[in-house]
């Protein structure tokens, strides 16, 4: 089983990224998909989750607005589009995956979005 995120990197503040998760080994349409991050000294939080068939999303107050999760699930592939980043928004974000049913759960290794001018 393994969770890849990738696209994490240094941007100026107002300026947008786009993180993809990389699912393999499980059932990836039959699992809800989230965001988290975790900023240094704070405990990790939720950002934004997608169930399994794409239908419902939901945000952290902090970030509606300006982040979008989506996936594809011809590709395994969940995603979180940032956009008019803030400093705040600097962290370590990781993707997880849960079933509904089973609650089997898997985290990715998480990547640094850093925002700073």
């Known amino acids: 089983v393994q969770l890849v995120e990738s696209g994490g990197g240094l941007v100026q503040p107002g300026g947008s990224l786009r993180l993809s998760c990389a699912a393999s080994?499980?059932?990836?349409?039959?699992?809800?998909m989230s965001w988290y991050r975790q900023a240094p000294g704070k405990e990790r939080e939720l950002v934004a989750i997608?169930?399994?068939?794409?239908?419902?999303?939901n945000y952290a107050d902090s970030v509606k607005g300006r982040f979008t999760i989506s996936r594809d699930n011809t590709k395994n592939t969940v995603y979180l589009q940032m956009n008019s980043l803030k400093p705040e928004d600097t962290a370590v974000y990781y993707c997880?995956?849960?079933?509904?049913?089973?609650?089997?759960?898997?985290w990715g290794q998480g990547t640094q979005v850093t925002v700073s001018s």
């Open positions: 080994g499980f059932t990836f349409s039959s699992y809800d």
């Open positions: 997608i169930t399994s068939a794409g239908g419902s999303t």
């Open positions: 997880y995956g849960r079933n509904p049913y089973t609650r089997r759960s898997y």
